[in-house]
């Protein structure tokens, strides 16, 4: 009985996901004021709901955060400048066209919710967020100056908050 009780809600999860996807997509997006792409008919209620989360799981992968505290602006170990939000968002794009080249297509059809947004969080990471055309929230969490990145998942409507994943990189090797 159990079992059947965790595949009912395996797919209940599963049209949530789906539902919430249609909605995206039906939705479509608009460019804020940054040139950013957000999606337009999201309630104030459900934006504000998720802005919400979004600073909370911010604050909970940056208190379980083990990267030591960046340098003064300008200083690395290896002595060059550090890297500039342009910059790491261009090597996270890259990271994810070379592991996935379908994005390329993906990303300039309007048939596809996918974006790249980058900011700077308190700690001083520059943090790249990939919305994929999943609905998936991929954050990666960059120190500017030695370039090292972890990667943090959150899923709305299957995942309860944003968990950090196994995976690492350094956008120093995939900058142009």
């Known amino acids: 009985m159990d079992h ?4 009912m809600r395996k797919r209940a999860k599963v049209c ?8 995206v997509t039906l939705t479509g997006c608009g460019k804020n004021p940054s040139g950013t792409l957000i999606p337009e008919a ?5 934006a504000a709901a998720i802005e919400k ?16 505290a960046p340098t003064e602006p300008g ?10 939000e342009e910059q790491a968002l261009g090597a996270i794009r890259n990271y994810c ?5 379908d994005l390329e297509d993906m ?22 967020l990939y919305r994929s055309y999943t609905g998936a929230q991929v954050r990666y969490y960059i120190d500017p100056d ?4 972890y990667v943090t998942e959150f899923v709305p409507g299957i995942t309860e908050e944003e968990e950090r994943t196994d995976e690492t990189l350094n956008v120093k090797d995939h900058m142009e």
């Open 4 to 7: 059947r009780n965790g595949r």
């Open 75 to 84: 200083g690395t170990e290896e002595g060059s400048a550090q890297i500039t």
């Open 42 to 46: 999201i309630p104030e209620e459900s």
């Open 107 to 128: 990303l300039g059809s309007e048939d596809y919710t996918l974006y790249f947004d980058v900011s700077t969080n308190e700690e001083g990471r520059i943090v790249v």
């Open 16 to 23: 949530a996901v789906l539902l919430l996807m249609s909605f």
């Open 97 to 101: 066209l070379e592991n996935n080249p």
């Open 146 to 149: 030695s370039g090292e990145t």
């Open 53 to 68: 989360t979004q600073q909370t799981t911010e604050e909970q992968v940056s208190t379980t955060e083990e990267m030591p």
